[in-house]
């Protein structure tokens, strides 16, 4: 009996946990497009679909897994992510920028935990010695700004520095989106702490970085969950 059907479907099959990811994509792109003409009207709903949409993704690629271990931990740093996303929507009555801390917060030591126990392949490299100098260097420039959320900020900076770090250890396509996600919270704490500094522009860039970072990650992640190399 010809084998030849089999290695077919084997070749196709694997790669549709890839497809999840298409609403995520297509509304990633209309949010960081309102941001950029500031259409806000549309830019926070759309804000409010995201997480979701990626936790909706990452559950169509770990099917037939997602009561594992793992799986808890991508959907806790993504829900956390989501009230971050959310804070003044869905706590209004809450001050907004320590929810958002402490939401995020919540969410990196998930990912610090899904990464280096379910996704490492290598130890350190030696350019991650540049987290802990971006941590210092951030807490330099931005400390005169922070007053009474200064121990807040910095504890923060640790854990984003510590996903970043994290990422690191792991395959090119997570090591990028931990660099992106530094990179959005680092143009995000100088609109915040520093605004007479940044265009208007850098909340688009803040938002495309976000999503690209968050994305890569979980890609990333299910790309090595599911051990292969080649995209299944």
């Known amino acids: 009996m010809s084998t030849a059907p089999v290695r077919d479907q084997t070749r ?14 297509a509304m990633s792109a209309v949010h960081v497009a309102a ?23 990452a559950l169509w690629g770990l099917r037939g897994r997602w ?25 209004p009555a809450l001050p907004e920028l320590p929810v958002m801390l402490g939401a995020f917060g919540i969410a990196h030591l998930c990912y610090i935990r899904l990464l280096w126990k379910y996704a490492s392949v290598h130890g350190f490299p030696r350019w991650a010695l540049v987290f802990p100098l971006w ?13 009474s959320l200064a121990p807040a900020v910095a504890l923060y900076g640790l854990v984003l520095g510590g996903t970043a770090a994290t990422a690191a250890r792991c395959s090119p396509l997570i090591a990028a ?35 690209a970072g968050q994305g890569m990650i979980i890609a990333g992640f299910l790309r090595a969950f599911r051990g292969t190399g080649d995209g299944t």
């Open 67 to 91: 009561r594992n271990g793992p799986a808890v931990l991508v959907l806790a740093a993504l829900f956390f992510s989501w009230i971050g996303d959310g804070a003044a929507a869905f706590l």
């Open 177 to 211: 989106g931990g660099l992106l996600f530094l990179a959005s919270d680092t143009i995000l704490s100088f609109r915040i702490f520093m605004p007479e500094s940044m265009p208007d522009i850098t909340s688009a860039l803040v938002m495309l970085t976000y999503c």
């Open 135 to 147: 941590w210092a260097a951030m807490l330099v420039v931005l400390w005169p700004a922070l007053g």
């Open 12 to 25: 196709v099959l694997p790669r549709r946990w890839w497809w999840g990811f298409v609403p995520f994509a």
């Open 35 to 57: 941001r950029a003409v500031e259409a806000d009207w549309l830019a926070g709903p759309a804000k409010l679909t995201l997480m979701p949409l990626l936790a909706a993704a």
